[in-house]
């Protein structure tokens, strides 16, 4: 099993995908060990201090005027992780949980949070033990941080409120730890603060979802050649150097994957040999990179602010290096909430050409010689018509989440807290649309497929016929009379889902960009 050492400088992609997904082991380092006793006995030395300072001696938020004596500080830390941990609705994800709790774990090993070292170990030991807080789907508003979601998972360090084991059965928290020989933690002074005030739950879905739309946009240029070649349409759009006078790198990436995954075909460049030639192809097929680009330059924007937000050490009130303890609004998620819902525009928009390349190949006056619906004998049989229509309604689901959470605000803490990013709910939406997405390239990858088999006199690129042998190897079949779609929909769904149309690919082409 991996391991991960946590040290003071944050963590990086691959991490938190290790812990999250994989359920790789966490180790604190000895620098980060050091780092924690250090800030700690600074955060001691002020709380001995008459002088009230906020996190440490006062109330929180619009209740920061209060002077707490140290006889009530304990129970102040653990009041705040009780009365935050009000979420509702659904369980989110075990994988997200597990990121939020890593991530806030990173923070608290950079020293800068006053946390003890025995509680940033109690975070290690119930991660390494398989245990996950229950978190609910509502009550982040992205500032200060993922208040409600930390809280579940603070309270469960506490030995509070209920978790899932590794068995994946949800029982009191209490009764987990035990049965793991964890203690759980009693809270001291900031400690409580320090373990709810951050933007972690929204960048771990960031972090997720960047790692999915890596692999969806390599499908969706497979798609896309596929669908070029079943329309017999000309590969010289993709050439090099006419993406080199439009240098987006996104652009040019997206084009060198469809020319690869086109190379050797004997579909493509037909065109010009039918009755009605075409001058040029269609936009969704001909201007497939430049969307896809567009939306590969977005997650290159988007990565750049993971990593940021992955060095970076996020709780209010922070504990600096020259010994003080200064308030900030490093809590606020809208670096993170704005590139979460920059992806959600680029995923409807990808989806949305896919649909389109889908729609054509499926029409008898536009697929250039295909049957209609790709039916084995169309008007006995429907084909895959209502495919299409499935495709087109997720479709619409992915425009509907692409409206910005970002751009809403509302005031909390009696107007304490009167500006907020709603990061949480613009990451919780970028899941959806990321799953929505799976889905339409699978349909695509469905039909395409289906269309170059129905081009029997002329021969495919190697490249597309290992993704054709592999789709059918994984149980989904090729042209024929109609018969129940829903179960070879869902097998091409976990075909892209799973990296499985990737790797066929691959294994004739070479790494993909």
């Known amino acids: 099993m991996q391991t991960v050492v946590v040290g003071t400088s944050g963590t990086t992609a691959d991490d938190v995908i290790a812990v999250a997904r994989h359920g790789a082991r966490i180790e604190l380092s000895a620098e980060a ?26 109330g929180f938020g619009a209740l920061a005027t209060r002077h707490i004596s140290p006889e009530l500080r304990a129970q102040l830390q653990r009041n705040i992780v009780r009365s935050h941990a009000a979420g509702m609705g659904p369980r989110v994800e075990r994988e997200v949980v ?9 923070t608290v090993c950079s020293g800068r949070t006053g946390v003890r070292p025995e509680v940033a170990q109690t975070m290690a030991d119930v991660l390494n033990a398989g ?162 680009g567009a939306g590969r330059d977005t997650m290159a924007h988007a990565r750049l602010v993971a990593d940021r937000e992955l060095a970076s050490a996020v709780d209010n009130p922070v504990v600096l290096p020259d010994g003080r303890v200064e308030s900030n609004g490093n809590f606020h998620g809208a670096p993170v909430s704005y ?71 509302i005031p909390s803490s009696a107007m304490q807290e009167d500006h907020v990013s709603m990061g949480w709910s613009a990451a919780r939406k970028l899941r959806t649309a990321v799953d929505n997405l799976t889905r339409v390239i699978a349909v695509e990858l469905y039909a395409a497929t289906r269309a170059i088999e129905l081009r029997r006199h002329l021969t495919p690129a190697p490249a597309s016929r290992a993704a054709i042998e592999a789709l059918r190897a994984a149980g989904v079949e090729g042209p024929g009379p109609d018969r129940f779609l829903a179960p070879d929909l869902a097998a091409a769904d976990a075909f892209v889902r799973e990296g499985q149309l990737v790797a066929a690919v691959e294994k004739v082409t070479g790494p993909l960009a």
């Open 98 to 106: 597990r990121a939020l709790m890593f991530l806030r774990l990173k």
């Open 339 to 409: 590139v979460l819902d920059f992806l959600a525009i680029a995923a409807a928009d990808l989806g949305s050409i896919a649909e389109r390349r889908t729609d054509r190949l499926l029409d008898k006056n536009r697929s250039h010689g295909l049957p209609p619906f790709l039916a084995d004998d169309a008007g006995v049989d429907s084909g895959l018509m209502i495919a299409q229509y499935t495709q087109a309604a997720l479709v619409s689901e992915l425009k509907r989440l692409a409206v910005p959470a970002s751009a809403d605000s």
């Open 33 to 58: 060990v050091a780092a924690l006793a250090a800030a700690r006995g600074i955060v001691d030395a002020l709380a001995a201090k008459p002088e009230p300072v906020y996190g440490v001696s006062t």
């Open 131 to 292: 245990i996950t807080p229950v978190v609910h789907e509502y009550g982040s508003l992205g500032c200060s941080g993922d208040l409600a979601p930390l809280s579940h998972c603070a309270l469960a360090l506490m030995g509070e409120g209920d978790a899932e084991g590794p068995d994946g059965t949800v029982r009191p928290a209490g009764e987990l730890l035990a049965e793991h020989g964890i203690t759980p933690v009693e809270l001291r002074e900031k400690e409580g603060l320090a373990l709810l005030n951050g933007t972690d739950g929204m960048l771990g879905m960031l972090v997720m979802a960047l790692a999915d739309l890596d692999r969806l946009y390599k499908s969706a240029d497979i798609t896309a050649a596929l669908t070029l070649e079943a329309l017999l349409g000309t590969e010289k759009v993709l050439a090099p150097e006419l993406h080199a006078i439009r240098p987006h790198p996104g652009q040019g990436a997206a084009a060198a994957n469809m020319l690869a995954v086109l190379e050797g075909s004997g579909l493509t460049g037909h065109f010009q040999e039918e009755e009605a030639p075409r001058v040029q192809d269609a936009y969704s097929v001909r201007c497939a990179p430049q969307v896809a």
